[in-house]
């Protein structure tokens, strides 16, 4: 019966994300279509409804893409990896997007080199959408640092200078379709989530004394 309990969990929990993936895609595909039918019966106020009409489409593009990256049938591809490497790639895949807001990426190690059994494309991916939601949050200048440390355990950690997440929404976070942004898909934190607990680790959000929060992941040693 634990078995079967679990299944179900999991069907209704499917269901759910298909109830929503369905709700958030058919808003700007009707949208879509009101400008269609409004071309069509000549209403021509073409240049307007072309540029709305690209966004909607942006916004289906965004949601299929980050849903296919959850629904990938590749199997994991655990290797042991150098996660300073790793770090460094996504810092320069990251910098242009950064410098765009005046933004800096600051890079911190208390050692040489980390070695990490993971899949290098999904933390990667991880990194790329933890650092994507801190320039976000920033605004227009200042510093993320991305930290790994070994105290007690091997832990990344990407801090920025935003106006943190306040305390009630931090429960939602990763919750499909959660977001406050105008233009968020609010998948992102929710893949985050997913990969992370594929490599048994552990997402923390603390707010920092400077202000800004701190998104830490604990892997298990
Ligand atoms: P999206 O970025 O598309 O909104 P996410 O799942 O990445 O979706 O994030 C969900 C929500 O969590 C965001 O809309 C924002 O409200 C909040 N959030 C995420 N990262 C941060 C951050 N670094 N600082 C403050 N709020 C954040
Ligand atoms: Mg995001």
Redesign the pocket.
Known sequence: TKNLLIQSEKLSSAGQLAASVAHEIRNPLTSLKGFLQLMEAGMDNGDTYLKIMKEEIEKIEAISKELLFIAKPSPNEFKEENLMELAGEVCLLMNSQARMHDIRLSKKFDREEYMLNCDRSQIKQVLI?LIK??I??MGESGTIEIHIHTKDQLLIEVL?E????PEE?KER??EPF????QN???????VTKQIIKNHGANLEIEDRDVGG?N?RILFET
Do not use: H, R, Y
């Open positions: 959408n939601n801190a976000e949050a920025d935003g106006p943190g997440v929404m976070i990763g959660f977001t406050t942004k968020g898909t609010g998948l992102g934190l929710m929060s998104f």
